[in-house]
């Protein structure tokens, strides 16, 4: 039975954030238990982009104040990693860490700001799609890694949790190259599966307080979910979140991967929730980017299904599409491109439909919101959506 704990919290009130997730640590154990003075412990924040806090694009820095001190306060040194979208450089994180709120929590707390660029190859044999990848210096040189997720949906994955948060670990522009590499959602979810397994975090939070839906994981609306979730499990985590944000748990890649491959049931007597209820909550609202299923529902002969399925995809799939006047020209867009499907014409982005692999990290990385996702108006008429 994996555990998660759910707690109710409206605000980012500085002392009722840390008494909630004390309270949580204790339901699962204490932190006590798994760390231990001298220990060195990695905070993996949600630093996608450099996006102030009140956005809910990142997670917020007042949790990661009370993590922080009550990590030191068991007497272990603690330092604050991610690797943002797009090029892992000083002068990104420099500007990342300031607009996300971070920068003040060295201040504040002594926890240290991960600084250090260099990355390793490791080689991960249990991996079902990586068998080796890169990951990021400071991560190799701790002893604990400490999950601090954000709660949104997600354009390519539906939604984005604690799994999703440790594809963070890969630095840089490496993780679009996985996205060129694993463009079938399966592959992709056992690729971040994999990257989780690997890395082991020894607990996993996630922020919900201000979640996010819609176009998330940056483009979205903010959702005022009021949550804390905490669990030893990233995959019970994002199984009791994707509950509470309304979807199916087997509509998540990540999950069906984790489920098949025995790391969490998603059957509800295998879910101990404590705390609040996790029923009666509003959906979130998804992200407009939900491929075609309905030919591969109802047809019931193989080769005409799969003409079918070639033809849908080709011309029912939803697409990125430019608001133009939203533009600034900062070529994010096209720097984060793994399919080279953008083309900059009079700097602004023109796609190329045929080689892009719709992972959505052009609209991902877009500052201004320019980037939206167009779903033909058949494919909603004939999917109900
Ligand atoms: S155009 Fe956007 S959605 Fe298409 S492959 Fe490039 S980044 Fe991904
Ligand atoms: S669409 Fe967005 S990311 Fe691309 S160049 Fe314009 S503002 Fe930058």
């Not at 990695?42 to 007042?62: C, D, F, R, S």
């Not at 056992?190 to 201000?210: F, K």
């Not at 979640?211 to 949550?227: C, L, Q, R």
Request: hydrophobic share 40%.
């Amino acid at each position: 039975m994996k555990k998660v704990v759910a707690m109710r919290c409206r605000e980012y009130d500085p002392e009722a954030v840390k008494i909630k997730l004390e309270a949580a640590m204790e339901a699962l154990g204490g932190l006590r238990q798994w760390i231990k003075p001298g220990d060195r412990v990695l905070l993996k924040v949600n630093l996608l982009t450099g996006k102030i806090p009140e956005e809910a694009v990142t997670t917020h820095p007042q949790v990661v104040i009370a993590l922080a001190d009550l990590l030191m306060e068991a007497g272990a040194s603690v330092s604050i990693a991610d690797s943002p979208a797009g090029p892992f450089s000083k002068g990104r994180l420099k500007k990342v860490y300031r607009l996300t709120g971070m920068e003040r929590i060295e201040s504040e707390t002594g926890a240290k700001l991960n600084w250090n660029l260099e990355s390793q190859e490791i080689h991960y044999s249990e991996g079902y799609r990586l068998k080796s990848f890169a990951v990021l210096q400071a991560v190799l040189e701790t002893d604990h890694i400490i999950n601090i997720c954000k709660m949104k949906t997600h354009s390519m994955t539906l939604m984005t949790g604690a799994v999703k948060n440790m594809f963070g670990i890969m630095p840089g522009l490496k993780k679009a190259e996985l996205h060129f590499r694993f463009t079938e959602p399966e592959d992709f979810a056992h690729a971040m599966v994999d990257i989780c397994e690997y890395a082991q975090p020894t607990l996993s939070v996630m922020d919900g307080i201000d979640a996010m839906e819609g176009a998330g994981p940056s483009a979205g609306d903010i959702k005022k979910a009021g949550v804390l979730l905490v669990s030893k499990n990233p995959h019970a985590l994002d199984a009791v979140a994707a509950k509470y944000m309304g979807v199916d748990p087997l509509q998540v890649p990540t999950l069906r991967v984790a489920e098949k491959r025995n790391l969490c049931s998603l059957s509800e007597d295998e879910l101990e929730i404590q705390g609040v209820e996790m029923n009666g909550s509003t959906p979130f609202k998804l992200p407009d980017t939900q491929e075609p299923d309905f030919l591969e529902r109802y047809s019931k002969w193989p080769v005409i299904g799969n003409v079918f399925r070639r033809i849908s995809r080709k011309h029912l799939r939803p697409k990125p599409v430019l608001q133009k006047e939203r533009c600034i020209s900062c070529y994010e867009c096209d720097t984060i491109c793994p399919a080279n499907a953008i083309c900059m014409i009079h700097r602004r982005p023109e796609f190329i439909y045929d080689k892009c692999i719709r992972c959505y990290c052009c609209q991902e990385v877009c500052p201004e919101k320019a980037i939206w996702i167009y779903r033909p108006g058949i494919l909603k008429r004939l999917s109900g959506s």
